[in-house]
């Protein structure tokens, strides 16, 4: 089938691009547009590796077809950091150590901004209940959750 | 995954007439967290996927006192469980709505998905049984509506013709002294599939000692080929005081009416055991709720990790 014609932005910056409806958002970012921050764990919505923000609500970009992405703002783990270094996420997952392979940490850096900018002040249940959705099969999870915690500044 | 034609009309009319074209070969999209998967997966492989969030009409989600709730079959779960009318009259809801995949498929998939999906173990569905929901569907021959406990028929099988689709479920106004919860056991914390499910929606008569239940509704999820309306464990409560004695009378009649399967989440035995376990649950939560007392749901943080269901 013809491809269709798509414009959105991704991590503020214009985008325009040509997919077929069976592509998954996650496929047009990592093999046609080269953000492969974003990564593919399980391609079923379970491991949350792929998640990004579609108009500021996290998803996982696997269950997103690309064709929806049409006049959509899209944030991905390239979008995190600032100008200016390393989001304070990003700074306290390298200070606790909060990853061994890596392959979970984009999808668990964007779910972590996604939090803290719906509840700044997240207790350390709220932070556990956020990430269910981000499996980690190398740390155990408690380091993610202290750096988390500590960007929050919860963490004494 | 197969190509497909994409489409998204931005009328109902148009929607249905899309679908109607194509009959068994077109799926409807809306938050696609099932669907998607469906589709990688080859059990469904449609020549067209009818994309229905640019319709106003499945977008809606407004409560008013005369008409009760209206969710648009294309609402996400976490605008519904962000929604005060709907954390204050029916909480129940918020229940299921919090504990549908995690915070990246809550913003997506929808309570609409979840019925049409029709899954014995949907967490959605007892709940909208308890409260009376009902399916407003449209169709090339127009609008017909259907109880929500008729709507399943088999697993992963709905009531909805080719051409239809599913615009909105009405949830009918919440009266004064009426209260529901939902709750399921799972072996994890989150992130998981009913091993069962109970909803229970009830209104009460009367205060003190005298008080009495005057309606109830009970649903059971993954007992069976469907979500189950206990229509009889409900009506036996009508009348009766309110007390442990005729609530567990109700979770007897419950666990009556559930025909479980054995698979790798539990023997159907364990599951019956469980269908009376949280009937009981559900019933004290949805008292305590119509008294005006907080019950926490499942991911509310509660001082005790087992919050303790006995009536005061």
Redesign the interface.
Known sequence: ?SK?HISCTINGEPQEFLC???Q?LLEVLREDLGFTGTKEGC????C?AC?IT?DG????S????A??AEGKQIVTVEGVAGPDGLHPLQQKFLEHAGLQCGICTPGFLV?SK??LEANPNP?E??V???L???LCRCTGYDKIVRAVLDAAGQEN | MKDFEYTAPATLRDAVKLLAEKGENARVLAGGTDLIVQMRGRRYQPERVVDIKKIPEVNELTFSPRKGLRIGAAVPCHIIYHNSDVIERYPGIVDAAMIIGGIQIQGRATLGGNLCNASPSADSIPALIAYGAIAEIQGPQGKRKIPVEEFCVSPGRNALQPGEMLVCIQIPQSKSNTGAHYLRFIPRNEMDIAVVGVGACVELAGRGKAQTFKRVRIALAAVGPTPIFASAAGASLEGQSVSEESILAAAEAAKSVAKPISDMRGPAEYRTHLVGVLTKRALIGAVKRARGEHVPNAVQEHESAHPVYTLS
């Open positions: 089938m269709i077929e409806a069976r998954s391609n079923d919505g379970n949350g998640s579609l609500v996290l998803v996982d696997c269950l997103v077809l064709v929806e779910a996604a939090l207790t249940h709220e556990r209940h956020w269910a959705g981000n």
